[in-house]
């Protein structure tokens, strides 16, 4: 049965009960956190006495500690364990650490809250495996660049509405705490409730024995990953991301403080725009992708959030502080307008980064380690953000400004693209034949289904053009080695995507004798 759209599967119960579920449980978790942020950065003296500037920063390290020690745990839960019967006891779990959270609220009680922080971050490390493993088992290959794209969309519009909706609760005079605990606890009750219809979910490993050990497990799985080159640098990249974003989510509210000079609403306007731009470029990835697997996105993904996170640094250096600056009045000045933009525009790339890269390591890894895969990944996430907030940090503390640190950050993701993709040649090869399909030439494919997923194959060309091989190893979902007559090969500038995509030259006999040899060996 063929999908119209990616929206289709909302319709569907295989998928629609699960996607609310982490909807809600996104929502929730920033309804919280973003309130207590506030809290902390504008009242800093009823509510911690935080430096204005770190306190988004402390509470997201405080939120990613459950990452590095309970991950690898999570992970062996999740490919143990029936999926749906997992999802409920972490939502049961969400109700009780709310309830906490609450009496944390209403009684100025900062220990209770850092308390809630850590523990809503060990919710979130539970239930990210499932998530990722659930996927899988309840969509086909050609829906999960689509499903993961909704997933993303999902979580970042929950993000957007939990934060706007815990910006506006924590505005009310006087009682705005108390409306927070009240309405995170309704939240957590109706994700239980969704959680109630998510399907039965086989354990994809129901006789693994678990390690409790996380950091013997985290090498394991890792170790794992690492036999399958590209999935373990795929690893990596959507590690890099979470470094990359935690910069900018955890600096939004000192950079509309200290920057922009803005009130609370600033903060909330911020967060939207790159919430919004997150969302559109996940789902971008469903039309961009032609509905697959499309790695080629990921290099323009990449490129995007470094000339954006580059030009956000140039859009806001100038910037003074104005006096309680309202949302109202950055739509109006073109200064306030570019930043938003490059905030917008800064995000829709890494949608379209993160995307195919959640859908190959699905695709591509070994179903019964799937779930220790991600949670490795989540680990290894955790691992870079909190690199991150030292780097933040000691930029700070070294006298550099936000905008500063956003242009160290852009720089660094550059030069990051360029290690990964100079590795995973696949990347490259897969961004430069999509820039070719979309641009010079349109392709129909035919006969596409049968080429097996794995396992030895011969493709026999009827070779009519010089970018014959990038198209057919851009339509080809598995990577493909070329045999080209050497004289091809060595063509300038081509030469380099040659290499790149470790094409094999070849000689006649009459010509090379040794390199014809040596081009059957490595064939």
Known sequence: MSQPNQFALLKQKRFAPFFWTQFFGAGNDNIFKFA?????????????????????????????????????????????????????????????????????????????????????????????????????QHLREKELTGGNGMVEMGTFVAILLGTMLGGALVAIPESGAHYVAIVSIIVAVIGRVVAGMVPHSPASDPSLKINWNPFTETWRNLLIAKQNRTVF??????????????????SFTGFAKTVIGGAESVVTLLLALFSIGIGVGSLLCEKLSGSKVEIGLVPFGSIGMTVFAVELY?????????????????????????????????????????????A???????????????????????????????????LAMAGFSLPQIFLVTGI????????????????LMRFVTWILIHTVYRIEK?????????????????HVSFVDALI??????????????????????????????KTIPIASRKENLAMLEQSFVEI
């Open 360 to 394: 190959l390591i699905q695709h591509r890894c070994e179903p019964a380690y799937r779930a220790r895969i991600i949670a490795a990944n989540n680990i290894l996430g955790a691992i870079f953000m909190v690199a991150a907030s030292v780097m933040a940090a000691a």
């Open 412 to 427: 660094l993701n550059a030069l990051v693209a360029i290690y990964i993709y100079t590795l995973v040649p696949e990347f």
């Open 233 to 250: 640098l795929s690893l990596l990249g959507i590690s890099w991301l979470w470094f990359f974003g935690s910069i900018f989510l955890t």
């Open 36 to 136: 207590f942020t506030v809290l902390a950065t504008y009242h800093a003296a009823e509510w911690g006495n935080l430096d204005p500037k770190s306190a988004g920063a402390i509470i997201g390290g405080v939120f990613i500690l459950p990452f590095v020690f309970f991950s690898a745990t999570s992970g062996q839960l999740a490919d143990k364990l029936e999926k749906s019967s997992l999802i409920r006891f972490v939502k049961n779990l969400e109700i009780v650490i709310m309830l906490a959270i609450a009496v944390g609220f209403f009684n100025k009680n900062i220990y209770l809250l850092f308390s809630g922080v850590f523990l809503m971050g060990l919710h979130s490390t539970l239930f990210c495996p499932v998530k990722y493993a659930y996927m899988p």
């Open 314 to 358: 140039f859009a806001s250096r100038g910037l003074q502080p104005g006096d309680a600056i309202g949302a109202m009045a950055l739509i109006t000045e073109w200064k306030y307008i570019r930043v938003m933009i490059d905030l917008f525009l800064l995000a829709l790339f890494g949608g379209l980064f993160s995307v195919p890269l959640y």
């Open 472 to 501: 057919i190893g851009g339509v080809v979902q598995r990577p493909v080695r070329f045999v080209m007559d050497h004289n091809i090969y060595n063509l300038p500038i081509m030469n380099f995507l040659f290499k790149a995509g």
């Open 446 to 462: 035919q006969g596409l289904e049968h080429i097996p997923a794995e396992g030895a194959a011969v493709l026999v060309c009827n």
